[in-house]
């Protein structure tokens, strides 16, 4: 198949509507994984992986019933007993309301549907954002140097100019130095030095790509995130619909004399709890990856090997970057990532990853069927497990 042109990609990424373009958006990087493939003897490059990435966040920009699933981890979870806590406090303020009355006010402010909602906007943002830029580059990539029989310095320096300088969120320098790496991949006949070659360009654009994602991920985890004030705000106003009043003032006086209240103890231990178990969940089901039947947890770590040309890695500018980013050298030892948020934890997972499935077959497998594909660049949402 031929590889993706610009104008496609520019026309993928400038869809509005999230889940067919996230759909098309991972067909895209399939495509253009497969064409940069068409090299002989070349392994996994980072639209291989984008992929299946990107195929992951279509779960999550669908939503897949994630909303019912969070609500019911937060229900038989230890914030039932912070909510209960907090129906507490409330009545000792008087509310006329009853129990069962205050609870359901309380989820109803937790809002693990808005929740899910606010993550699924996020990561259809970054899924876009990084496609109509590193996507963009892959098919001039493809156009400009794909086809070269020689190492062709002209085209090359041709292609490198159009990006920008400097280093990322704004600064393009580690795209240009992947794709100088995956043009000098196409000519190298050493197998290990090919692999060290594709693994620094896969590892420059992920590293490029994870820095650009920062706030897109950030607002993900922080999804189920409400300011404590504005959550009791709310809830006495719910509770207190005609003598809200009284009940603030007596708030305000209690604070003023001794401190936080107990309501507002309760508050912050039910949404420090509820942000705890929503990051838990959302890098399970909404950050998580499959690659090709193989699932990832990204909490966990790895438990791959190395292909055996990329045990002991020789490319000093490989080992360089690796010493920065992998903080347990050659090895899947602490792989798994603490918190998603943090991009150090990201990368070193990533980079552990992409070292493992280097020369991963199934990563080249098809992501959808042949009926889907011609569904979703139809503009239709395809039938059957997507």
């Given amino acids: 198949m031929p590889a993706p042109t610009l104008i496609e990609v520019e026309q993928i990424a400038t869809r509005r509507e999230p889940v067919i373009r996230n759909l098309q958006i991972t067909q895209c990087y399939y495509e253009l994984s497969a064409a940069i493939a068409t090299r002989p003897d ?14 992951q966040a279509g779960q999550s920009i669908r939503k897949e019933d994630l909303a019912r699933t969070l609500d019911m981890l937060l229900n038989a979870s230890t ?36 929740a899910v909602d606010r993550a699924s906007d996020a990561v259809a943002r970054g899924n876009q954002k990084v496609f109509e830029e590193i996507g963009r580059e892959f098919a001039r990539f493809c156009a400009d140097c794909l086809s070269d029989a020689d190492f062709n310095v002209d085209h090359l320096a041709q292609f490198v100019a159009g990006l920008r300088p400097g280093d990322p969120p704004d600064g393009q320098r580690y795209l240009k130095q992947a794709f100088a790496r995956y043009y000098q991949a196409f000519f190298e006949a050493d197998l290990k030095t090919r692999l060290e070659l594709l693994l620094l360009a896969n590892l420059e654009i992920g590293f490029h790509e994870q820095t650009r994602l920062q706030p897109e991920i950030a ?23 005609y003598r809200g009043w009284l009940a603030r003032f007596r708030l305000w006086l209690t604070r003023l004399l001794t401190g936080p209240t107990p309501l507002d103890r309760a508050v912050a231990a039910l949404l420090i709890e509820v942000r705890r178990l929503a990051r838990l969940f959302i890098t399970e089901h909404m950050l998580s990856i499959d690659l090709a039947g193989t699932r990832l947890k990204l909490g ?28 347990t050298p050659d090895s899947v030892r602490d792989s798994g990532a603490l918190d998603w948020a943090e991009l150090a934890d990201r990368i070193h997972f990533i980079a552990d990853m992409f070292r493992c499935y280097a020369a991963s ?25 997507l």
């Fill in 300 to 327: 966990d770590d790895l438990t791959a090997e190395f292909p055996p040309e990329l045990t002991a890695i020789t490319h000093p500018d490989l080992r360089a970057l690796l010493d920065v980013i992998d903080p």
């Fill in 42 to 55: 070349l392994n996994a490059n980072w639209c291989t992986f984008a992929t299946w990435a990107s195929k």
């Fill in 219 to 241: 607002a993900a985890m922080e999804a189920a995130i409400i300011e404590p004030k504005e959550f009791t705000r709310r809830l006495l106003k719910a509770l207190f619909p």
């Fill in 361 to 385: 077959p199934a990563l080249f497998n098809p992501p959808f069927t042949p009926d889907q594909v011609i569904a979703l660049k139809s503009g239709h949402i395809p039938g059957g497990r």
């Fill in 79 to 114: 914030a039932t007993t912070a909510a209960h806590n907090v129906t507490l406090s409330v009545q000792q303020l008087g509310t006329q309301r009853g129990p069962r009355q205050i609870r359901e006010s309380v989820w109803e402010l937790v809002n693990p549907a808005a």
